[in-house]
């Protein structure tokens, strides 16, 4: 069984967050779909209780960079180090990395650990360590 199938809940009091981006709550889903790509949704509220919601993320862990819908000049790469372990990046066509994640389950399948770092919609620099419990 794949360890990131399911959902998450977001461990709010465990995490460290961006003086920017306090979410309040949040819920992480991770399907697998037919091409064998990642399929990441994501829902949540801010630091005033407003619903949000990400834009859903399509990852295939091949390490081959794919175009990123909407952002013109970026593309994602996606890889599996371990079993336990994903790691995505967004790259500008000069190389450079304007974002990256890791997201890495632990040994008992229990807690996922998430270290995101990148530009946010307004361009502000944000680095954020989340920790989210199965449901």
Known sequence: ???FIGTWKLNVTRSEFDPNHRPTRGTMTWQRGSDGEYLLLAEGADDKGR?????PQRLLAD???YP?????GLVSITSRP???TIRAEAKREDGSLAGEG??????DGRTMLATTSGFD???RPFTMRTVWDRV
Do not use: C, F, H, W
Request: negative net charge.
């Open 82 to 84: 371990d079993p336990r």
């Open 1 to 3: 069984m794949d360890p």
């Open 102 to 107: 890791t997201y890495a389950v632990a040994e």
């Open 68 to 72: 990123i819908e909407n952002l013109p």
């Open 121 to 123: 919609s307004q361009l």
């Open 51 to 55: 619903p949000s919601a990400e834009k």
């Open 63 to 65: 390490g081959k960079p």
